[in-house]
């Protein structure tokens, strides 16, 4: 029987972070929710079983170049699955670009069908061999 998947997850969103709650509920996840960016990475230092990587645009703070930065050089958010959702605006389009190089990531714009965000994580899960 597979363990349950662990999604470490970045939104300032209280509001969505209730909805990644009914979006991951069928698949049985298990979501760590974190106001920002910078606390996954905190959290991952700290060692804990993580799966996939989750992140909102919104979460990265004022300084987002420096936060993906840190995301990219860490050796244990290297290794995992990432997906970063963001809004589909001018602002945030070389954002887009960026994180998208990233190993292991992929970009999900907003909104996004929840069904599909469901499948990528469980597929993305999945090809890591989680």
């Known amino acids: 029987m597979p363990r349950t998947p662990v999604i470490l997850i970045a939104d300032r ?8 709650r ?14 920002r ?11 804990a079983a993580v799966d996939i990587i989750m992140v909102s645009t919104n979460a990265l703070g004022p300084q987002p170049e420096d936060v993906i930065s ?11 699955p ?8 001018k602002g945030e389009e070389l954002q887009r670009g960026r ?7 992929r970009v ?6 929840p069904d599909e965000l469901a499948k990528l994580v469980k ?6 061999g989680r």
């Open 108 to 113: 999900v714009t907003r909104p996004f069908d």
């Open 99 to 105: 994180l998208a190089g990233l190993s292991n990531s």
């Open 82 to 89: 990432k997906i970063f959702l963001c809004r589909e605006t």
């Open 37 to 47: 960016a910078t606390d996954i990475l905190d959290h991952l230092k700290r060692g």
């Open 123 to 128: 597929v993305s899960v999945r090809g890591a």
């Open 13 to 20: 969103s209280r509001l969505a972070a209730n909805l990644y």
């Open 70 to 80: 840190r995301i990219e050089s860490d050796a244990r958010a290297s290794g995992l």
């Open 22 to 35: 009914l979006i991951f509920a069928p698949i049985g996840a298990n979501l760590l929710v974190r106001s």
